[in-house]
């Protein structure tokens, strides 16, 4: 059957009149929603937020930055119950190896002077394996009246959208790897889960499709005991023959793979002593490695004691560092 695909934040300017909330995410039936409010033993809950006036879904990453869709965009977010304005000009689409744009962006935001930090949010160096569990956490719609549908065969059957959803969390498995998504101007190098039914031996415990206000929502998988963010939900497909608004057995929920784009996140959002990259020349990465690294949040690599005529390698070019270099520098420029 030809299936649709469609991204999670573009339909929400069409929404009616708001319904009672419910949880977001689509479950697989009531039993299978989970009643604890957080994961278990998960530790980034509150990077996972929103943009204002009951937007979709973003990620912060910590630093001061923030993960979304493109389709997104940047925009006023919550963090730890302020609201927190962006940084103009600050947006960085994320590129795909062949310099093509990703459903994917990052932007800076501006903490107020007394925020306390979240922690760097640690993003996986591998992509979700087939067959791997996921954490999926978003702002979408959630659950409402049960759909069928009419077909050749056996019925379809489904959930009809809330008008209004709210943060919550669910599970699947990880059904395709190494997608490449095509939305437009945008190519996403993807993974995709598959929304079971109760009774598929596939179904995971608390077995979870994304809805509209999903986009930009988190994908976590855990590994050797620590969670790591691995995805950002984009988008999904259907079935045509389903109404609107509603989600059925089979439809799939697609994430941009961060492990591709890994490195280029950590370039932009992450500090100088945390960011993977030997910034300062000296063959020594990042903290604790580098001995002029205070802390991971330390923006500078180099060490604040340095003597004068130092030399310090960078790129094959050799740079005069310390007073004496300086100094010849200054009177070069005004000869």
Same mark, same amino acid.
């Given at each position: ?7 999670? !934040?573009? *339909?929400?300017?069409? %929404? #009616? ?5 419910a949880?977001? =995410?689509?479950f697989a039936?009531? @039993?299978?929603?989970?009643r604890?409010?957080?994961p ?18 973003v990620v ?17 977010v ?19 190896a062949?310099?093509?744009?990703a459903? !994917?962006? *990052?932007?800076?935001? %501006? #903490?107020?002077e007394?925020?306390e930090?979240?922690? =760097?949010?640690?993003?996986?160096t @591998?992509?979700p394996r ?11 719609r959630?659950?409402?009246n ?9 019925s379809?059957?489904?959930f ?13 498995r ?9 939305q ?6 993807s993974?995709?889960v ?8 596939k179904?995971t415990?608390?077995?979870?499709q994304?809805?509209?206000g ?19 939900m984009?988008?999904v497909?259907?079935?045509t023959r389903?109404p609107a608004?509603?989600?059925m057995?089979g ?13 280029e ?7 100088a002593?945390a ?5 300062d ?8 490695a580098?001995s002029?690294?205070?802390s ?6 180099r060490?604040?004691g ?6 310090i390698w960078?790129?094959?070019?050799l740079?005069a560092?310390?007073?004496a ?5 200054r ?5």
């Amino acid at each position: 059957m030809r299936r649709f695909a469609y991204l999670l !934040a573009v *339909l929400a300017a069409s %929404a #009616l009149a708001l319904a009672p909330a419910a949880a977001a =995410l689509i479950f697989a039936s009531p @039993e299978f929603e989970p009643r604890e409010a957080l994961p278990p033993d998960f530790p980034y809950w509150d990077h996972v937020t929103q943009r204002r006036y009951e937007g979709p879904s973003v990620v912060y990453l910590g630093n001061g930055f923030a993960l979304t869709a493109r389709h997104v965009g940047m925009g006023e977010v919550f963090l730890r119950g302020e609201i927190v304005p962006p940084v103009a000009s600050s947006k960085r689409t994320l590129l795909n190896a062949n310099g093509t744009p990703a459903d !994917a962006m *990052l932007f800076e935001v %501006a #903490l107020p002077e007394s925020f306390e930090d979240l922690p =760097l949010l640690p993003i996986a160096t @591998e992509g979700p394996r087939l067959g791997e569990e996921v954490l999926l956490i978003g702002f979408g719609r959630g659950r409402e009246n049960v759909v069928e549908v009419a077909t050749d065969g056996p019925s379809e059957f489904g959930f009809s959208w809330a008008e209004k959803g709210s943060k919550r969390w669910g599970t699947n498995r990880i059904s395709s790897v190494d997608e490449t998504l095509y939305q437009g101007s945008w190519t996403t190098h993807s993974v995709s889960v598959v929304f079971d039914p109760p009774s598929s031996d596939k179904a995971t415990r608390h077995e979870a499709q994304a809805a509209i206000g999903d986009s930009g929502g988190a994908v976590f998988v855990k590994r050797d005991g620590q969670w790591l963010l691995a995805g950002m939900m984009t988008s999904v497909t259907g079935y045509t023959r389903a109404p609107a608004r509603t989600s059925m057995y089979g439809d799939t929920t697609y994430a941009a793979d961060l492990s591709t784009y890994r490195g280029e996140i950590l370039h932009w959002a992450r500090p100088a002593c945390a960011n993977e990259e030997d910034d300062d020349g000296d063959e020594a990465i990042d903290f604790a490695a580098d001995s002029g690294c205070d802390s991971e949040m330390d923006r500078n690599e180099r060490d604040s004691g340095g003597i004068a005529g130092e030399w310090i390698w960078s790129g094959g070019a050799l740079l005069a560092a310390g007073v004496a270099a300086f100094a010849f520098f200054r009177r070069s420029l005004a000869a």
